[in-house]
């Protein structure tokens, strides 16, 4: 089925709007500098699939005025991400946008191009590095810097170096302190459910258009394309640790847990350049992802944001981010830090207030609107970030989920709730027709709420799929956050379409998986255990990994006790039932899927000392885990 046309109510909704001036200085500040853009709006990786169309997004750059099926607000911030391009910040900065969901930054180094932020995927970072080669000078990469933890800022570092270069020394490459043990950790133990979560969060089954998919709120689109990882060479430890990187001196400033566990910003002190990673873009950001994510943390993010403020406003020309476009000169970057700063502050202080009066996060997302200090600039809005998602963050920060009413303790699944709430509403007609009556009179909200339980109770029902379809398309529609306008979208075209197809889990980036320590890999293990097969077993597995002789990690004890796999760092158990001797090596290739145990158990390359037999009590006993699960029905 496509997608219906906007309500009555959504454009009275979304003209409301529409006559509101927006800051012509954000046109200036995306255009300034603009040397050229990619000739093939299409980039593709090494075997022609397609990564990235930006003609897709035409319809975003053809001047058109702001459909009613779209948030006027976030059709303004869509027609500026849509900008795309090779483009000059300051003498001997270039920055690539638009061919990511990231921006790419390149600083003329006394050798070569220091890299920021290599983009999410190879095939983009490489096709920006070709861009300024032709437009500005073709030289090696001598540096790169990962900002922070998050995949679109270290994914395509194979696109514009090779594990040689940096393993000889040509290369090195800087982030913040546990930034590979973060890269690695925020998607190890719920990476299928996050995955699956964030085709909502990002809209990539969406298709491009005034009805479908319009932003990602950080950038356009985000390219389909799995993430590649180069360990680190140097880490950064300390705010004011100073290095000087190919020529070029730089002051780092660390931002633990702030948008990401390892962050950090940094200032070059010789040119007046600030850039303030992720900490800070032209949206207000998530406090935690509608994908999911360990909760950030809004007081500290608001704290660092100060320091950065203390620290080099009153030193910096130029403010450049991880996302969206720049700024210049000393007052605007001052004015722009202030009110990032104050908005997360507001954000947490307010929630907070509201929660010591004994209101929930419920109430309070209902209740607290941003005031208009916040409402008049763009970049405090909530294009990616939502104040009702982020309220209700900081709630669940300091007071977890629960509301603190017995009630909510330990509800009826929705398809039982949804069975008890047709009975009590006289059967599923009778739900409908008072959902119908609702939608009729403009209250979304309450008619998702409402057929919610009816899809629960009867998915088949087609007049359910329909009502709750419509109802979350039109809330999408109204949207200004394109997180939500996404997740409504994508709601909306399931009902109507089902699911995508389930197939199993494959592993998303095998750099990724090989960059895992061998806890981590332990810990996968046990979350993919399967607890109802392992009755009666308890059994230890001693492990020798060969190639991490004199470290923590050369011996391990994997066991079953009580259902539940345990792992025991830098020991042997004497009542093992094998020891199993391999390399680290071997073992994240075996793990990444790209050999087996029985196969290197045939080369040599594995020994099994004792009881083969015990190996397959574990391994033999590990789900297996699929994308496309349902959300918006059982």
Known sequence: MKPKQASATTRAKNSSTNGRQFDPQDLERVRRGFIAARTEPTITDDNGRKVIDTASYEFLRDGRECPDTVNPHLWRHATLNAHHGLFEVASNVWQ?????????????????????????SDSTARASLELLSQHVERRPVSAVIYTHSHADHFGGVLGVTTKADVESGKCQIIAPVGFLHEAIAENVIAGVAMSRRATYQFGPLLPPGPQGHVDSGLGTSTPMAPPSLLAPTRDITYTGEELVVDGVRIVFQLTPETEAPAEMNFFFPDFGWLCMAENCSHTMHNLVPIRGALVRNALNWSKYINESIELFADKTDVMFTSHNWPRWGRQDVRDFLTLQRDLYRWIHDQTMRHANHGLTALEIAEMLVLPDEFLAHEHTRGFYGDLVHNIKAVYQRYLSWYDGNPANLNKLSPTRAGAKYLELAGGIDALLDSAQKSFDDGEYRWVVELVNHAVFAEPTNQRARDLQADALEQLGYQSESATFRNAYLMGAQELRNGPPPRTEARVRARSLIKAMTIDQVFDVLGVRAISENLGGVSL???????????????????????????????????????????????????????????????????????????????????????????????
């Open 96 to 120: 690539v946008r638009g061919y990511d969901i990231s921006n790419i930054t390149f600083i003329r180094g006394a050798t070569g191009w220091v890299v920021i932020d290599p983009l999410t």
């Open 540 to 634: 230890a597995i001693n492990w020798l990994f060969t190639d991490m002789t004199g470290s923590p990690d050369e011996k391990w004890i994997l066991g079953v006790s009580n259902r539940t796999l345990y792992a025991t760092q830098g020991r042997h158990s004497e009542t093992a039932s094998a020891t199993v001797k391999l390399s680290r090596d071997l073992f994240l290739e075996v793990i990444a899927q790209t050999t087996t145990f029985v196969d290197e158990l045939k080369n040599g390359t594995i020994t099994i000392d004792g009881d083969a037999g015990a190996l397959p009590a574990i391994f033999g006993n590990l789900d297996n885990f699929s994308t496309g699960f349902a959300i918006v029905e059982p």
